[in-house]
């Protein structure tokens, strides 16, 4: 029963009451978190005097849509420029801050603080940049940097968001506060998927845990494999040479000397 405004409202109650309490550092509300395994969205953005605007093409770009205070929340520093205000909100003009790749794309020979002011084109509406990020893991976390930007919350239609919460404590001790804060505000709409942020990303890189063990296993198997390959032509090879063998061993060989030819051919 939520609209894009009943949400945007819903969410900044939630996070301004969260700010409020001693046992919270930082609070904001997020459409995707990095390392998501539901993926990041992305958009088609022009660039005057970028190299894809030049052959006529919009280059796609992934982005996030983020409430005031999400930097601090997840500890990604800002390189020049401000975060989002509570001003920047459906009225007011369109903003967004930039990843530092995104910068370097697109305006190579700038600094981040000379890419503050700047303007990009997102569908039919003109983006101001308010801000440059560092650079942060979005899907993958060997990934090399790659353009990316984000813009207000409030500008954008949310639907279902994450809540990031920075405690003082234990990350989990703040979770009966967080139920009474929404259950306050409206009792109907319910938590989900409840975890910490070292949970999140153990789930973010579950494919590169799932090949690494897989990996293992066909290296394990790999290796039974060739013992008993090695074993079947060893015990082959000892049979056809069986005579021989015990001529050897008639003529003084030793078992040493028997052992050492066996493995020799092995």
Known sequence: GYDGVATRAFLEQVVGRLRDRPEVASAAAARRLPLDIAGIASAEVRVAGSAAEAEGKASTVRFNSVSPGYFEALGIGLEAGRDFRGADDAQARPVAVVSRAFGARFWPEASPAEMVDRTFRLGDQEH??????????????????????????????????????????????????????????????????????????????????????????????????????LYGLLAYFVALRSCEIGLRRALGARAVDVLRLVAGEG
Do not use: C, W
């Open 128 to 229: 101001v940049v308010v801000g440059v990020a560092a650079d942060t893991k979005i899907s993958d976390l060997a990934e090399a940097p790659r353009p990316f930007f984000y813009v207000p919350l409030a500008q954008s239609s949310p639907g279902a968001v994450f809540l990031v919460i920075r405690t003082h404590g234990e990350p989990l001790g703040v979770l009966p506060l967080l139920r009474e804060t929404v259950r306050s505000i409206d009792p109907n709409v319910p938590l989900y998927s409840v975890k910490t942020m070292a949970e999140h990303f153990e789930l973010g890189v579950y494919k590169q845990r799932l090949a690494s063990r897989s990996l293992a296993v066909l290296g394990g198997v790999a290796l039974v494999l060739s013992v008993v390959g």
